[in-house]
């Protein structure tokens, strides 16, 4: 059972800025995942917002998040991390990381969110002035 654990959520103020991190255990290679981000906001189905290849490639999930929404991976520290700008009150959800199979790729759309096999607990992200 892979544990992925999500961090950095919290209250921050319309256009603010979040970094999140997504923290694999210690006895697992990072350099063997794709790594996905989706967020579930209140009475809503989750979303795909993107997910990072091994190499570092990116796969946005949806368009709109394009501008605001970036991630990046840190394979020595075990660690994603995704960026969130401007933050708006519409960004207000719980963020999970989650990982294919290893070695697989980041499906292509965030549809295929069954293609993500372990998935962390998630972090709150609450945007509200």
């Known amino acids: 059972q892979l544990l992925l654990v999500e961090s950095g959520g919290g209250l921050v103020q319309p256009g603010g800025s979040l970094a999140l991190s997504c923290r694999v255990p210690d006895d697992i290679t990072l350099t063997s995942y794709a790594v996905g981000w989706f967020r579930q906001a209140p009475g809503k189905e989750r979303e795909g917002v993107l997910c990072?290849?091994?190499?570092?490639?990116?796969?946005y999930y949806s368009d709109s998040l394009k501008g605001r929404f970036s991630v990046s991976r840190d394979d020595s520290k075990k660690t994603v991390y995704l960026q969130i700008n401007s933050l708006k009150p519409e960004d207000t959800a719980t963020y999970y990381c989650a990982t294919p199979n290893p070695i697989r790729p980041c499906p292509p759309t965030g549809s295929d969110s069954d293609q993500f096999v372990y998935w962390g607990q998630g972090t709150q992200v609450t945007v509200s002035s």
């Open positions: 990072i290849g091994r190499a570092g490639g990116v796969t």
